[in-house]
């Protein structure tokens, strides 16, 4: 009966520590959308996720700062402008300008001289949060598309601004986004949105970091990330453990049942966080993103 017992002990023992205890620290949200299907900041009808239901979600999940970006961009004003609000629920956030007045942008802006005039019209006004600090989420369906007109405009303007991108492309528009600016990339800034949704190898993400010192690559929808039990799958652990300043986590709330999955999308964050080594795991979390736009290492 004691030998029974002992084995099981060790049983309960080993499964305890099979399962890391999530992280628990503050999350920076680096890669979210408050468009239009969320609310519509013209006609307060319809707004199935108005702000204050935005703001107890990020409150409830520990998100203290968010890269805010929304099609149009009246969602990310509407962040913005929630200054009082904000504070209360312990939210910073960043805005970012958005390519998209409306679908068609989608598809169109690489070649769409008006929307560097009114990427230029935004930064100039800026938000009551503060300046715009980056461009994006843009997306590129064919690579070849980032040697538009406007898209080359973009990419130097940036790099002359110190303006972050965040960019939807695959691995062979990284090259040619960056190679538009006057440092080849050297000195841009660019968040990678999932860092290759369409599965690109962890060995070109790794050549890609290597070759440009301000690619990060974000992480939501990332296909071949987590295996069992939510960890992370072991080639995408040793390339944060190998690379653990690159990286940051994202809700992605480009429709909305991903607002509806909130919850359950940062708590799955923090699983594979908390299999993590403390310090990359903060960095992931918190830190890098806190780094590259200039807030407070412990918030």
């Not at 468009?35 to 707004?47: I, L, P």
């Not at 509407?78 to 390519?99: H, K």
């Not at 795991?281 to 736009?293: C, K, Q, S, T, Y």
């Amino acid at each position: 009966m004691r030998r029974w017992l002992a084995v099981l002990a060790l049983a309960v023992v080993g499964s305890a520590l099979a399962q890391p205890t999530p992280y628990s620290g503050p999350l920076f949200d680096a890669h979210l959308h408050y468009n239009n299907e969320a609310c519509v900041h013209q006609a307060s009808a319809a707004c199935p996720y108005p702000l204050a239901d935005v703001l107890a979600r990020l409150q409830r999940n520990g998100v203290r700062a968010v890269l805010a970006n929304s099609r149009p961009n009246d969602g990310t004003k509407a962040l913005a402008t929630a200054t009082s609000a904000a504070q209360a629920a312990g939210v910073t956030v960043v805005p970012f300008v958005r390519l998209y007045r409306n679908r068609a942008d989608y598809e169109g802006w690489p070649t769409d001289a008006s929307i560097v005039d009114m990427v230029n019209t935004e930064l100039a006004a800026g938000t009551a949060a503060g300046p715009y600090q980056g461009l994006g989420e843009f997306h590129l369906y064919q690579s070849p598309a980032a040697n538009g007109p406007t898209a080359r405009r973009l990419m130097r303007l940036a790099e002359e601004r110190d303006l972050v991108v965040l960019a939807h492309v695959d691995d062979a528009a990284i090259d040619l986004l960056m190679a538009h600016t006057a440092s080849q990339g050297k000195k841009l800034r660019l968040i990678w949105a999932h860092t290759g949704i369409g599965g690109t190898p962890v060995a070109r993400v790794e050549a890609l970091l290597a070759r440009y010192p301000g690619l990060m690559g974000e992480l939501s929808y990332r296909p071949g990330l987590t295996c069992d039990g939510g960890q992370l799958c072991p080639e995408w652990r040793a390339l944060m453990l190998k690379h653990p300043g690159r990286f940051l986590i994202g809700s992605d709330t480009w429709v909305n049942g991903r607002w509806e999955q909130y919850d359950e999308l940062m708590q799955g964050y923090r699983v594979w966080l908390g299999g993590l080594p403390t310090d990359v795991a903060n960095g992931i979390a918190w830190g890098n993103g806190a780094r590259l736009f200039g807030l407070p290492a412990r918030p």
